[in-house]
C-alpha cells in the first residue's frame, strides 16, 4: 500500500492535471480566451509546476533512500510544497485571467457540478489504484530505484576517474601514500579482482615505506574481505611488530580468530582486550556483538559470517 506521502504527492500531480483538463469544461462554449495570453505562456507554466511537482517526489524518494535525514527532509519538503503550491497558483491565476468568470455559471449550475463531481470522482480514482498497486508499480519505488541507480552509476564514474588520475600519478612518481589511496579506491569496488588489485598495490607501498600503518590496516582488511586468513595472519604478525600498542592489533587477531580459525575461546580474548584498550573506538559496538556471539550470548556465531571492515 502507498504510504501518505506517495498520496499527497499523487493528489498534487492530478489536481494539476485535473485543473487544466477541467477548466476547458467548466467555461461555457461561446467564451474566448484573452488573445494576451498565448498557449505558449500557460505551458511554460504548466512545465514549471510539473518541475516542481517532481522536485517535491525527488525529495521523498531521497529520504526513503537514507540521503536526507529528517532535519533536511522536513526543509526540503517544506520548500518542495512552496514550489510547488505558487506554481499551481501561477497556473490558476493564468488560467482565471485568460477565461474570466464562467458567464452561464448562474444559469447553468448543475452542468458545471456535473463535471466537477466527474474530475473528483476520477481523482478519487486514481488515488485508491496507485495505492492498491504492487510496490514495483508505484509512482515513489519508481523514483527511488532510479534515484539509487544513477547514484550508484555516478559513485562508481567517480572511483573510476579518481582510480585513473592517481594511476598517472604514482606511474610517473611511485609513492607509499599515493599506493595506500589508489589501493582504497580499489578495495571500494568489492569485487575478487578489486580486493587482489589493492593487496598487491599495497604490498608495494610496504616495501617503499616497512612502516606504513595504513598500507598494513588496509592489506590485512583486502585478506580478511577475501577469507584469506592465513595471509591475514602474517600482516598481522608483521603489523604487531611495527606498532604493537596499536588497538588495530586485538581488533583484527580477534577477527581472524573468530571467523577464520573458530578459535571463539582466543576471539573473545582478543575482543575484550580491544574494548579494554579502546572502549570509545568506533569499531567498540560491532566489536561487544561479536563477542556475544562467541560466547554463545546472541543467535548467530557463525565463522562463516562476513567479515567486517576494520573502519565500521
Excluded: C
Excluded at 494539476?16 to 480566451?33: I, K, N, S, T, Y
Excluded at 452542468?111 to 474530475?119: K, Y
Excluded at 559513485?155 to 595506500?180: C, D, F, M, N, T
Amino acid at each position: 500500500m502507498a504510504d501518505i506521502g506517495q498520496l499527497l504527492i499523487l493528489l498534487v500531480v492530478l489536481v494539476g492535471a485535473g485543473a487544466v483538463v477541467a477548466g476547458p469544461l467548466l467555461r461555457p462554449a461561446g467564451e474566448a480566451a484573452d488573445p494576451s495570453r498565448t498557449g505558449d505562456d500557460f505551458a511554460s507554466l504548466a512545465l514549471r509546476h510539473r518541475i516542481a511537482v517532481e522536485s517535491l517526489r525527488d525529495v521523498g524518494a531521497d529520504r526513503r533512500a537514507g540521503s536526507l535525514d529528517a532535519e533536511a527532509y522536513m526543509v526540503a519538503r517544506a520548500e518542495a510544497e512552496e514550489r510547488a503550491a505558487r506554481t499551481l497558483a501561477a497556473m490558476e491565476a493564468a488560467r482565471g485571467e485568460a477565461g474570466g468568470e464562467p458567464r452561464e455559471a448562474a444559469q447553468r449550475p448543475g452542468d458545471s457540478r456535473r463535471v466537477a463531481g466527474a474530475v473528483g470522482v476520477m481523482l478519487l480514482a486514481l488515488i485508491v489504484i496507485g495505492s492498491l498497486l504492487p510496490t514495483p508499480l508505484t509512482l515513489a519505488n519508481a523514483t527511488v530505484v532510479n534515484t539509487q541507480l544513477a547514484a550508484q552509476e555516478s559513485a562508481e564514474q567517480a572511483r573510476q576517474g579518481a582510480i585513473r588520475q592517481l594511476e598517472k600519478k604514482v606511474v610517473a612518481k611511485p609513492e607509499a601514500s599515493g599506493l595506500v589511496q589508489l589501493a582504497s579506491l580499489y578495495l571500494q569496488g568489492g569485487t575478487a579482482g578489486d580486493f587482489q588489485h589493492a593487496a598487491n598495490l599495497l604490498l608495494l607501498a610496504i616495501r617503499l615505506d616497512p612502516k606504513a600503518p595504513d598500507a598494513y590496516r588496509l592489506l590485512i582488511t583486502a585478506y580478511i574481505q577475501t577469507g584469506d586468513y592465513k595471509d591475514a595472519t602474517a600482516a598481522t604478525d608483521a603489523y604487531a611488530r611495527i606498532a604493537p600498542s596499536s588497538t588495530d592489533v586485538p581488533f583484527f587477531r580477534g577477527l581472524i580468530a573468530y571467523q577464520g580459525t573458530g578459535d571463539r575461546a582466543a576471539a573473545i580474548r582478543w575482543f575484550d582486550a580491544f574494548l579494554k584498550a579502546a572502549p570509545d573506538d568506533a569499531r567498540a559496538v560491532m566489536v561487544r556483538s561479536l563477542r556475544a556471539e562467541a560466547a554463545g550470548q546472541l543467535p548467530g556465531g557463525s565463522t562463516g559470517s562476513p567479515a567486517p571492515s576494520p573502519g565500521s
